[in-house]
């Protein structure tokens, strides 16, 4: 996208929430709040940060199959996330490009001994809806981790047999 114009401060605090609503969702365990943030048809690409965690998975399409995934993923824990440094990157008036830092922590809720912790770049791409901006296509890229990757993709009964 090509974009000349700079946002105004509400539509950056708009376009920005569409990333806080993503990550309150989970942190709260609102559905709504979560599915919110996505178009219909948004696109959330994972790959590269399960990848170096061990796991293999494609984006996750469409707005349910996002909430889907990433709830049946988090049912067992606890998370926090972390937004810093949005930058609205482009901007045309009916669509942006976000660019931020977000920390990750994943506890296992019974368990608080173990834990993983994530810090990923997020390149998203949004669209004005009605009143609301939402986010058309996010990618995850991991900056850097520490912590159990298990935590988060348990080890599969077929790979824990052979270990």
């Known amino acids: 996208m090509t974009a000349s114009r700079v946002p105004s401060a509400a539509d950056f605090i708009a376009i920005v929430d569409a990333l806080y609503r993503f990550g309150a969702g989970q942190d709260l ?25 061990g796991a293999d998975i494609a984006p996750f ?11 049946v993923a988090i049912d067992d824990l606890d998370t926090t996330h972390t937004v810093t440094s949005p930058r609205v990157t482009a901007f ?22 173990r834990h993983l ?3 990923h770049i997020y390149t998203l791409k949004l669209s004005r809806r009605d009143s609301a901006w939402t986010i058309d296509h996010m990618r995850i890229d991991m900056v850097w981790f520490t912590g159990d990757p298990t ?11 052979s270990v």
């Open 92 to 113: 045309d008036g009916a669509h942006a490009e976000l660019y931020a830092l977000v920390e990750a922590q994943h506890l296992p809720r019974g368990d608080h001994s």
């Open 61 to 71: 399409e469409g707005r349910g199959t996002i909430a889907e995934s990433v709830f």
């Open 29 to 53: 365990r609102d559905r709504a709040l979560f599915e919110s943030a996505f178009s219909l048809d948004a696109v959330l690409d994972f790959t590269q940060p399960a990848r170096l965690l």
């Open 151 to 161: 935590v988060l993709f348990p080890v599969p009964v077929e790979r824990a047999e």
């Open 117 to 119: 912790l994530l810090k």
